[in-house]
């Protein structure tokens, strides 16, 4: 059984800052989240045409902008002016989308953790991963807890291990597909964060024994929630920042 490194982080994650009941991905998403008593958060992590790291989901904007297209396609300063709350609702409109700089400012003036999941625009998987480790290392530089980073992208893992080799990493996962703990492995990485339904008492056992964590996504039920408590699973990211309680 292999040795688990220490781990700094909270049960409970609030997704894209306040799940839904804020314009996920923003700021005032997260100022939401952290109202509710959340002291970790998921966000989505890509670059603009001219290399900034902005949050947003989506390759493309028209979900959750008042923009169209492909996002990493177009540069920081015409990102920077688009609406990114009104799509939610009246009360956030003229939200604008963050940078990672911005929230890395939130969090740690506020003392918040955060997991930075990794969401290239096809194609740029690499280089995203390494620009996102970059700046991540750049504005953690000296905090006592870096964020975790994730991703789906094994080349935006491997971009993020090649730069910054010492930030925490966890691979995503929404099928337990072919050798997916070797893979894990290989990239360095801490934790496993997969759709909270693939956790069993076995898979659990795998992933401590190898000397990870298991996380799970994204949970809202108090049912699935308890299940996963239950398997001693080590974290839950959650839309319902109304529901649960995060010292629970």
Request: charged residues 20%.
């Amino acid at each position: 059984m292999a040795e688990r490194s220490p781990w700094p982080y909270p049960r409970w994650v609030a997704h894209r800052g306040a799940g839904k009941l804020a314009p996920e991905n923003t700021l005032a998403a997260f100022r939401f989240g952290a109202s509710h008593g959340y002291r970790m958060f998921e966000c989505d992590a890509k670059l603009s045409a001219d290399g900034v790291v902005f949050l947003m989901h989506d390759a493309t904007l028209d979900r959750t902008t008042n923009g169209h297209g492909i996002g990493g396609q177009q540069a920081w300063g015409a990102l920077s002016q688009l609406d990114a709350g009104g799509w939610h609702s009246r009360a956030f409109a003229g939200e604008p989308l963050p940078t990672l700089e911005n929230l890395a400012r939130f969090c740690l003036a506020n003392d918040l953790l955060l997991n930075i999941e990794i969401k290239p625009t096809p194609g740029t998987e690499r280089e995203t991963g390494e620009v996102v480790a970059r700046e991540a290392a750049r504005l953690w530089q000296g905090a006592a807890v870096p964020p975790l980073l994730t991703s789906f992208q094994i080349d935006a893992l491997k971009g993020a291990q090649a730069v910054q080799p010492e930030l925490p990493r966890g691979l995503l996962l929404d099928t337990l597909w072919n050798g997916w703990l070797d893979t894990a492995l290989s990239l360095g990485c801490q934790a496993i964060v997969c759709n909270h339904a693939l956790w069993d008492a076995a898979t659990v056992a795998q992933v401590h024994d190898a000397g990870l964590r298991s996380l799970s996504y994204t949970v809202n039920d108090d049912w699935a929630a308890q299940r996963l408590i239950d398997l001693g699973t080590d974290g839950i990211i959650t839309d319902r920042v109304d529901l649960f309680s995060p010292a629970g």
